[in-house]
C-alpha cells in the first residue's frame, strides 16, 4: 500500500501541470499520483500518458468525459491505493522538503489519523510577499490529538489546500461530490469532518496555491458568474451543519463559522452584482437557512459576518462590500 495518493483533477492544464506532477513525484515510491484527465480538449491526456510511461509504479492515469472538480475527485477517489489521500489542482504544486516530512510522519504513526493537518502558502499574481495560513495557534503539534483540543482562531479555516484524509473515512462517508460544479472543495472540507476522531498537525509549508489568473475559478468576476454554483455549495453546506447539530461542540462551532463565512462570501458577491435578480438570491438564502438550519441562522444572522453583509438599504449594501474588501485585503482571498 501507497503512504499517499495524491488526486490531480486536470481540465485543459497541458501548460502548468507539469510542475504540478514534477512536484509530488519528488515524493518517490511512498507516492502514488492519479491524474484525472477531465475531458480536456488540449494536450493534458498526452502529457498525463507520458507521465504513466515515464512513472509506471507512481502515476495512474484517469480518462474521463468532463465532470468537473468534483467529478474528478470521485473519479480518483475510487482508483487510490495510498492509506491517505490529499487532492492538488493542476497549477498548484507541494514543497519537496516539506513533502518528505510528511512522509516521514505518516509512515512513522503508530496508528493511523483520520485527518492530517499541515501549512499552505498563497502564491498570489502580482504580490510581492507570500502569505502562509499556519495553524499553530490554534492546534497541538507533534501529536495526535482530538476535536475538543482545536482552538482555531476566528478568520482560520482548514481549507483543502491543508488537508490530507485517511482514505477510508472518504470512503466509508462516502464522499461523493456533484459533478459540473465549481467551489466543491469547500465540500471536501467540511462534510468529511464529523467522520474525523484523531487528527494530527505539522507545522510545515506543504501547499503552495497559486491565486491571481484572471481565468481562476476564484476570481471575483468569475465566481459572480458562476453564482449559482456557489449557491448550490452553499446550501449543501447549511444542509450538512443542519445535520450535525450532536457533534462534539468545539468541531461544530467550526463547522458552522465555516460554513457562515461561505455564506458571508456568496452575499457579498451578490452584493457585488447588486441586480434584482442577485438581491433576491441573497434573500434566498438566508431565507432557505432559516427554514434549514433555524439554530445557525440564529448564530450566522447574528454575528459579525451576518449584520455585516445584512445592512439595510443602498448605504448598508455599500457598506457591506466596503467590509468585504476590508476582508480581502487580511485574508487575500479571490
Same mark, same amino acid.
Given at each position: ?14 501548460? %502548468? ?18 491524474? #484525472? !484527465?477531465?475531458?480536456?480538449? *488540449? ?8 507521465? &504513466? ?35 492538488? =489542482? ?11 516530512? #510528511? ?9 493511523? #489519523? !483520520? ?38 482562531? #476566528? ?29 466543491? *472543495? ?16 505539522? *507545522?510545515?509549508?506543504? %501547499? ?6 484572471? =481565468? ?11 453564482? !449559482? ?24 462551532? %467550526? ?22 435578480? &442577485? ?42 462590500? !466596503? ?12
Amino acid at each position: 500500500m501507497k503512504t499517499l495518493s495524491i488526486i490531480v483533477p486536470c481540465y485543459n492544464a497541458a501548460a %502548468y501541470m507539469k510542475r504540478a506532477v514534477t512536484s509530488l513525484l519528488a515524493g518517490g515510491p511512498a507516492v502514488e499520483v492519479i491524474l #484525472v !484527465d477531465d475531458g480536456s480538449t *488540449d494536450a493534458t491526456a498526452a502529457v498525463a500518458d507520458e507521465f &504513466a510511461r515515464s512513472y509506471p509504479a507512481q502515476v495512474v492515469v484517469v480518462h474521463q468525459a468532463n465532470a468537473g472538480h468534483g467529478g474528478a475527485i470521485n473519479a480518483g477517489l475510487k482508483v487510490a491505493s495510498g492509506r491517505y489521500l490529499k487532492v492538488v =489542482d493542476a497549477d498548484d504544486w507541494l514543497d519537496e522538503g516539506a513533502l518528505h516530512q #510528511v512522509l516521514a510522519t505518516l509512515s512513522q504513526l503508530p496508528a493511523p #489519523v !483520520d485527518l492530517f493537518i499541515s501549512n499552505y502558502i498563497y502564491d498570489k499574481v502580482g504580490a510581492k510577499h507570500q502569505k502562509v495560513t499556519r495553524y499553530r495557534h490554534g492546534l497541538p503539534q507533534n501529536r495526535v490529538f482530538g476535536w475538543d483540543e482545536v482552538r482555531l482562531p #476566528v478568520g482560520t479555516y482548514l481549507l483543502m489546500h491543508a488537508l490530507i484524509y485517511r482514505t477510508q473515512v472518504l470512503r466509508d462517508l462516502p464522499l461523493q461530490l456533484p459533478t459540473h460544479t465549481f467551489y466543491v *472543495d469547500n465540500l471536501f472540507a467540511l462534510e468529511p469532518l464529523p467522520h474525523t476522531k484523531r487528527l494530527y498537525y505539522l *507545522d510545515v509549508d506543504l %501547499y503552495h496555491y497559486y491565486i491571481g489568473r484572471p =481565468d481562476q475559478s476564484v476570481h471575483e468576476s468569475v465566481m459572480i458568474k458562476r453564482i !449559482d454554483e456557489q449557491l448550490a455549495v452553499n446550501r449543501r453546506m447549511i444542509k450538512v451543519v443542519a445535520e450535525r447539530q450532536g457533534l462534539e461542540p468545539h468541531l461544530y462551532r %467550526y463547522m458552522a463559522r465555516y460554513t457562515e463565512i461561505v455564506t458571508g462570501i456568496s452575499s457579498i458577491l451578490l452584493l457585488r452584482a447588486g441586480t434584482p435578480a &442577485a438581491l433576491a438570491k441573497k434573500a434566498n438564502l438566508w431565507r432557505y437557512m432559516r427554514m434549514t438550519a433555524p439554530h445557525f441562522y440564529r448564530l450566522a444572522r447574528t454575528s459579525v459576518v451576518g449584520c455585516a453583509v445584512n445592512l439595510p438599504g443602498w448605504l448598508g449594501r455599500r457598506t457591506s462590500v !466596503d467590509f468585504y474588501k476590508v476582508l480581502q485585503r487580511i485574508y487575500h482571498f479571490n
